[in-house]
């Protein structure tokens, strides 16, 4: 009779536990640590894919001047700014000429001098050659001695060597006058196209050495981009592709392109492919030389083949793949990518079938064992 009190706290403690049990495991398997992990999957379609490279760059230009002096010497004057439009042969600025206006005007004495005597030696021949024609009448008359002929012979043509020497003498100074004109005529800084100034390298009084740029020209034309591609997308690239430009200094403002060339040489360092990528019309203002520029190529459009987004593939174990729903569980799929483009699709050429259902987003890391509740949206993850 003692007992039936306590086997009937015994039961009506069990009657409160054993619900409260069960309550605790259906929560656990329901919203706990022992909880389906909800997922969203997306379907493997079948359809083209237009790939698109995208990569950094710089404007540059293709040709750029850079002009000074030939030798050292100290700047006279720059008449020309930065961002000055010049023409093809207008003198931009000029070096000191130090003496060579009076070495000039020295030669320009002396080839008169020079001429003055070549004048000379050539009157000098002419009656040389007179007089020997006159002395060899004279000896056939047998007026004169062969003694006397033969000394004028002699004195004709030490007229002719004479008038020689003058000539040679004649022609060297000619030739150091015209080398120092040609001198004095470095001096000017002269632009050889037409063009924009782009820098200014130096101001009047400053020394320059033979070689050193004193300003900067470029053919406002020439300016193109300088791209990096990454090597491991760069298949298939090549000139005449068309690409869209965004200067950084013009967010949001798109330019056309098109690929001029892409370099024979590549950067080993950062296994980049380096491209030329010219403007279909040059954009006014021009940009200045230096700005970065997002540059976007589009490739040509492959046939259909079996497409996922990229948020579906997974590294598990080193391998690449996705996990795919089979009977309401995951399955880790290793799979072969292809081409992709900007919007986030990657065809896959082995491991997926059309139609396939993988994971694309879930609440936590997915597991071959994770039980998995396929949802149509988590909330708080990316659309």
């Given amino acids: ?32 640590p022992l909880a ?10 079948e359809r083209p894919v237009t790939p698109a490279l995208y990569g950094i760059g710089t404007v540059e230009a293709r040709y750029t001047y850079r002009i000074g002096p030939t030798f050292a010497g100290r700047v006279s004057r720059v008449d020309v700014q ?7 042969g207008q003198v931009l600025g000029e070096m000191d000429p130090v003496d060579l206006d009076e070495r000039i005007r020295a030669q320009d004495a002396a080839l008169r001098r020079a001429d003055a005597q070549q004048r000379e030696a050539a009157a000098r021949q002419r009656y040389a050659q007179s007089q020997m024609r006159r002395y060899e009448q004279l000896l056939a008359s047998h007026v004169v001695s062969e003694e006397t002929v033969a000394s004028k012979r002699q004195e004709q043509q030490v007229a002719d060597a004479a008038l020689a020497a003058a000539g040679e003498e004649l022609v060297r100074i000619r030739a150091d006058r015209e080398a120092l004109a040609a001198q004095r005529g470095n001096l000017r800084l002269v632009a050889p196209v037409a063009g924009l100034v782009a820098a200014r390298d130096a101001d009047p009084g400053t020394t320059v050495v033979a070689g050193q740029a004193v300003l900067e020209v470029i053919d406002p034309g020439s300016v193109w981009i300088n791209v990096r591609f990454d090597q491991i997308s760069a298949q298939g690239l090549a000139a005449g592709l068309p690409a869209r430009v965004v200067l950084r200094s013009r967010a949001g403002q798109a330019l ?3 690929v001029l060339r892409v370099e024979p040489m590549a950067d080993a360092v950062t296994e980049e492919t380096l491209a030329k990528v010219v403007f279909d019309a040059l954009p006014e203002p021009l940009p200045p030389l230096g700005e970065l520029a997002e540059v976007t190529v589009a490739m040509p459009t492959l046939a259909a083949a079996p497409v996922v987004p990229n948020s579906v593939i997974r590294h598990v174990d080193g391998r690449l793949g996705v996990w795919r729903v089979e009977d309401g569980d995951p399955q880790f799929a290793a799979v072969e990518l292809g081409a992709a483009d900007l919007d986030g699709n990657v065809q896959v050429r082995r491991g997926l079938e059309v139609g396939d259902r993988v994971v694309a987003y879930s609440e936590k890391a997915v597991t071959a064992r994770t039980r998995i509740h396929v949802v149509d949206r988590i909330p708080g993850a990316a659309r």
Avoid: E, I, N, W
């Fill in 82 to 88: 930065v961002g000055d439009r010049v023409a093809a």
């Fill in 36 to 45: 389906p992990v909800r997922v969203t999957v997306a379907t493997v379609a």
């Fill in 1 to 32: 009779m003692k007992r039936l009190p306590l086997q009937g706290r015994t039961l009506a403690l069990l009657a409160v536990l054993v619900p409260m049990l069960l309550l605790f495991v259906y929560v656990a398997l329901r919203s706990g």
């Fill in 256 to 258: 056309a392109g098109r």
